[in-house]
């Protein structure tokens, strides 16, 4: 787990070297959609999964995705439009049928590469910068949560959120 870092010194004409001990396999993954219901302040749901399953899969399911969405709904209480991005598990067959399933869930697929028009993108970058940064994590759980901790700071901060989503193009009303 090789630290983000943001700021690093050394004497004018050496470049600076960051030595970091031990390397690890482990991955953390985090779903995290930027929601908001007209009227009322954005939010971010989040859920990060770090422990391989049964079938050894170490990333996000459909099946973590389609959780996630149920979740959005339940929090939002209405029509969930999502933006996403091309990642694979968002494009498998059972994803694409639980969503013409749901009569109040909208998707729209972003361009292949295309970050600038992804908000969550954003709140990735400020996490980096602020609760990730210039930090050695001792073992997969350190990191987790730090990334919860990260998450959480951010969660209802809507200003944060919307400034993300303004990043992006997307305008909202304000409530």
């Known amino acids: 787990m090789t630290p983000p870092t943001t700021r690093t010194w050394s004497r004018r004409g050496h470049t600076p070297i960051v030595r970091v001990r031990g390397r690890s396999r482990s991955r953390l993954s985090v779903g995290a959609p930027t929601c908001y219901k007209p009227g009322q302040s954005s939010q971010l749901i989040y859920r990060p999964r770090a422990?391989?399953?049964f079938d050894g899969r170490k990333s996000f399911a459909w099946t973590d995705c389609r959780d996630l969405i149920r979740s959005a709904h339940q929090e939002l209480g209405g029509p969930v439009v999502l933006g996403w991005d091309n990642l694979n598990?968002?494009?498998?067959?059972?994803?694409r049928q639980f969503i013409a399933e749901r009569g109040r869930l909208t998707v729209y697929q972003l361009p292949p590469c295309s970050p600038d028009l992804n908000p969550v993108e954003g709140l990735w970058?400020?996490?980096?910068?602020?609760?990730?940064?210039n930090r050695a994590f001792a073992d997969p759980e350190d990191l987790i949560t730090a990334v919860r901790q990260g998450s959480r700071r951010?969660?209802?901060?809507?200003?944060v959120l919307d400034g993300c989503l303004a990043g992006t193009w997307l305008v909202r009303a304000r409530p």
């Not at 951010?154 to 200003?159: A, G, V």
């Open 125 to 133: 970058s400020v996490v980096r910068r602020t609760t990730l940064a």
């Open 51 to 53: 422990d391989p399953r």
């Open 154 to 159: 951010l969660q209802y901060r809507s200003d």
């Open 89 to 95: 598990t968002r494009l498998t067959a059972g994803m």
